[in-house]
Every structure is written in C-alpha cells, then in structure tokens.
Antibody
C-alpha cells in the first residue's frame, strides 16, 4: 500500500531554514508528482507547490517562489522541501501528498510540525 | 487566481441527518473539484475527486455533484465518525482549497 513517511518535528529560530523529508513506498516514485501543503495552527490548507520526480521540475505557488525549494532523490524515493528565511508565521504542519494524474491529492504523509520561535 | 468559497463555515447536525456542504468557485473549473475530510491531529483524507467520483474505500453515504462553479458534498446519513472538517480543492489550475466547513455534533 502507498505510504508517505515524513521527518520529525522541527523547532527553528526566525531567519533559519528547515528541510522536511517525505519517504514514499508502495508505488513507482518517479511516476507521480509530489505536492507540499501546509496548515497553520487552527487554519485551513495551503498548497505550496509540487515537483515531478521524473524530471525534477518544480512549480511553486507564487507566495513561496524564491523562498522554497523542492527536490527529490529517486534512488531513495524521497522528496524534500526546504523553506528559508523562516518567520513566526511559517509555524505550521507541513504535509507531502502524492498527486493522482488529475491532480487531486490521493495519499498524504502524516505531517511535520515546524515551530518558528525566538 | 481561482478562489473557492465554502458554505456554511460551520454546521451542527445529529447522527442520521442528511448534510450538504457547498463550494463555489470564482470562475468555471469544469469538474476539477475534490473533497477532503480532516479530523483533529490527522492528515486530510480524499473523499471525492472530479466532482462526483468516490475514492476507493470511502463509504457510499458520501457523494459529490456539480460542475462549472457550484459544487456540493452530501452525506446521506451522518455517522459518529463523520464529525470533522471538510475542504474542497480545485485542480483546474494551481491548486487551492476552500476555507473549510467544520461539522459538529448537535
């Protein structure tokens, strides 16, 4: 069965960077896009961007362009997302999700809590 | 950018009730509309994709309809495990989500 297992909780200071990983199993990793979605405490879901592991082409939501980098490692079936210049408003749970062909989010990781605090 | 507006933002209902949640898009998105359920402390779960297709393993009491700009998610007979927050999401262009509808026990 499809599984997406994310890295653990992170605590960062404002201005720092964080890199979250998402290890996939149960399907051919390079065949499906991986999206990243975040959720601030008590808030809704926000799509950050996606990456195609086949060609490593990433597309970012305008809000995150220049501050977020998504990468993949097909040898380990792992996706990564790095966020730079963290602010307190980046405190959120970050999810990876496997896109179906029609771009709905079919499977989700368990989420990684990133807390930004001085 | 496409905006999605859900209504209501919150809803109180009883076990056995029929419940409908609406999602309106700011422009036509054909049938590129998906629905998710999220329980506290959990990741979202896909319920309906392409407006009306039931995701494998999701109970048949969940159904979706609509096209263009107006969409609905219906739960035909609420079960205790259905009390959660529901989100719509469009996949016509750069993905975005509605603000969510919190379904609470009356």
């Amino acid at each position: 069965q499809v599984q997406l297992v994310q890295s653990g909780t992170e605590v960062k200071k404002p201005g720092a960077s964080v890199k979250v990983s998402c290890k996939a199993s149960g399907y051919t990793f390079s065949n499906y896009v991986i999206s990243w979605v975040r959720q601030a405490p008590g808030q809704g879901l926000e799509w950050m961007g996606w990456i195609n592991p086949y060609n490593e082409k990433a597309t970012y939501a305008q809000k995150f362009q220049g501050r977020v980098t998504m990468t993949t490692d097909t040898s380990t079936s792992t996706a990564y997302m790095e966020v730079r210049s963290l602010g307190t408003d980046d405190t959120a749970v970050y999810y990876c999700a496997k896109n179906a062909v029609a771009a709905h989010f079919e499977n989700w990781g368990q989420g990684t809590l990133v807390t930004v605090s001085s | 950018d496409i905006q999605l507006t859900q209504s209501p933002s919150s809803l109180s209902a009883s076990v056995g009730d029929r419940v409908t949640i609406t999602c309106r898009a700011s422009q036509s998105i054909s049938s590129y509309l998906n629905w998710y359920q999220q329980k506290p402390g959990e990741a979202p779960k896909l319920l309906i994709y392409a407006a009306s297709s039931l995701q494998r393993g999701v109970p048949s009491r969940f159904s979706g309809s609509g096209s263009g700009t107006d969409f609905t998610l219906t739960i035909s007979s609420l079960q205790p495990e259905d009390f959660a927050t529901y989100y719509c999401q469009q996949s016509y262009s750069a993905p975005c989500f509605g603000q969510g509808t919190k379904l609470e026990i009356k």
